[in-house]
């Protein structure tokens, strides 16, 4: 008798053809759906010794979990936690960088019917205390380092009142030792009944995500959001059983939950996790796939565009059948240097915080560098123009998701606390992501930035990431970021700023060269009247860049 995958459950996987995917795709939703126990448990009762997560570190330390390793230490983490006195609703953070303990911690997490809240280590005093005082945190538990731990102390010391439990892993003053705590209790932790138990449209995962002005928002997400993550991993991914999938991303990130956790695990896929230190290389990930046969890889375009200035033939990548970028869209350059190097065609997929695939370059479909692909079915993903009219092929407009038949699993529940943000973006029966793009005549969407980074200069709309592709082209620019300077006479004028590539050196001239190539590769009032060599570009952890930091100092100047 065949077997069913765990996913057969909850959607149909045989399309013949995007069309069909596109016409007949449905997400069925159980009652009462919580990922731990209805994926994660279930697993370790159907295939116990299936590897789930494999995760090493740059000190030469390896770690691997199956299914039934991940239920029995979820539920010695879960009944730790409420020994605590966490309980369904209580919000929890989680500052645990790439560390093995945030898969299980998660999971116990749902269990409990608590909300999770990721968070990245980069964060400040001040941003923790916004945080915490924003969200009603109780608890925070953090790796184990000298700087984390003490913005933790300062913050609780601020915020008691509110911020009642500190943990870390290991032993430390001022903090419950997590470690000692969890291997101290029952593995059998049953699920809750009642009023205990989890609720589908209860908050399951918040997270925090900065706009260009004002403090972070907080992104609600319910206990249904994981099974929309089936599009990102299934049928974006198309990852498998047999896949050893690596997902460039920090626990603290979204994009973690896309490409780390949720949909990976329906598709019984194993999580491969590189807990690095601050010394990263990009290189560095060459080696890991080609050690541990890594089969499908997704990281943002920052990452590939170091990846093709190396000899990539000196790097074993046979093991990889697939390839695919998130977090920006890609320069058609890059999309081409790499499938010359490895046979790989990039697969790119859009997305924010607030959702899971809105679109993507499927399966079924040839992709075209430079363009993301198709819009996804369950969100319905389309532009709008300024009227709210759906965009003809060509015409400029927003990226929306259609909302009129209902709100879709896995789209943003409500920004907590911020009912003005919630209702500004959800209206008229659409969600506003605020990126704008246009389709060509098959349908394929071509990104041209966030609203508020594209160039208003004499009476022109200037997208930044056509300039960036330009750029890219010449030998000479390893990264450039496009953003606005303000000008007395245009508006704005176009800046870019670059990292150039190895064996290159500024001067007035290489301007000059760079001002010019960019003149014959687009029009010519789009070429950067600005332009400043720096030796890196600010990032997020995840490897976004941040233009918005770069014009913040222009606008200081």
């Excluded at 009652?31 to 448990?41: G, H, I, K, L």
């Excluded at 903090?175 to 049953?190: H, I, L, Y």
């Amino acid at each position: 008798m065949l077997k069913l995958a765990l996913i057969d459950r909850f959607c149909r996987t045989d399309f013949s053809s995007y069309e069909d995917f596109y016409k007949n795709f449905k997400l069925k939703i159980p009652e009462n759906f919580n990922f731990a126990f209805d994926v994660v448990d279930e697993l370790a009762a159907l295939r116990p010794d299936k590897q789930a997560l494999l995760w090493c570190n740059d000190h030469g330390e390896e770690r691997r979990f199956t299914f039934s390793d991940l239920k029995r230490l979820s539920g010695k983490t879960a009944n730790y936690l409420r020994r605590l006195g966490i309980s369904r609703g209580d919000r929890v953070m989680l500052i645990l960088k790439r560390r093995y303990e945030y898969w299980y911690t998660a999971l116990a997490l749902h269990k409990l019917g608590a909300v999770l809240i990721p968070a990245t280590h980069q964060l400040t005093v001040k941003d923790i205390k916004y945080r915490v005082k924003a969200a009603d945190v109780k608890m925070i538990l953090c790796v184990n380092e000298d700087l984390i731990c003490s913005s933790v102390l300062e913050a609780r010391g601020e915020c008691g009142d509110i911020l009642k439990i500190t943990a870390t892993i290991g032993e430390r003053d001022g903090f419950f030792n997590f470690t000692d705590g969890v291997n101290s209790s029952a593995e059998e932790f049953m699920r809750p009944e009642g009023y205990d138990a989890a609720k589908p449209q209860d908050a399951m995962l918040m997270y925090f995500t900065s706009g260009t002005t004002g403090m972070p928002k907080m992104v609600v997400h319910d206990f249904n959001y994981p099974l929309a993550h089936i599009l990102t991993a299934k049928f974006w991914q198309d990852l498998r059983e047999t896949d050893l999938h690596l997902t460039v991303a920090d626990t603290g990130w979204a994009k973690c939950s896309w490409g780390k956790i949720y949909g990976q695990w329906i598709c019984e896929a194993c999580i491969f996790v590189y807990d690095y230190g601050s010394r990263f290389q990009p290189v560095d990930l060459l080696h890991m796939i080609a050690k541990y046969k890594i089969t499908t890889f997704c990281a943002p375009p920052t990452i590939f565009r170091f990846f093709i200035k190396e000899d990539l033939s000196g790097f074993d990548l046979s093991s990889l059948r697939a390839s695919y970028i998130a977090g920006e869209p890609l320069n058609a350059e890059v999309y081409n240097k790499w499938y010359k190097a490895t046979g790989l065609k990039m697969r790119e997929g859009f997305g924010q915080s607030e959702s899971a695939v809105l679109v993507a370059t499927f399966p079924w479909i040839e992709p075209k560098p430079g363009s993301t692909g198709l819009p996804c079915p369950h969100f319905k993903t389309c532009l709008l123009d300024s009227e709210g009219r759906i965009c003809e092929a060509g015409e400029e407009g927003e990226i929306c998701v259609d909302m009129r038949e209902g709100h879709p699993v896995g789209l943003v529940k409500e920004y907590f606390g911020d009912p003005a943000k919630t209702a500004d973006t959800m209206h008229d029966g659409w969600y506003h992501t605020g990126d704008l793009a246009w389709t060509d005549e098959d349908g394929y969407f071509w990104f041209i930035g966030r609203n508020d980074d594209v160039i208003k200069s004499s009476g022109y709309r200037i997208g930044p990431f056509e300039i960036e592709s330009a750029l890219i082209e010449h030998p000479a620019v390893l990264e450039t970021a496009i953003t606005a300077v303000p000008d007395p006479v245009r508006g704005q004028i176009v800046k870019a700023t670059i990292v150039l590539a190895k064996g290159y050196k500024a001067s007035e001239a290489l301007k000059k060269e760079l001002q010019e190539h960019v003149k014959k590769t687009t029009a010519p009032y789009k070429y950067p009247r600005i332009i400043d060599f720096v030796d890196e570009l600010p990032k997020t952890i995840s490897g976004k860049i941040k233009r918005v930091e770069i014009r913040q100092k222009d606008d200081v100047k």
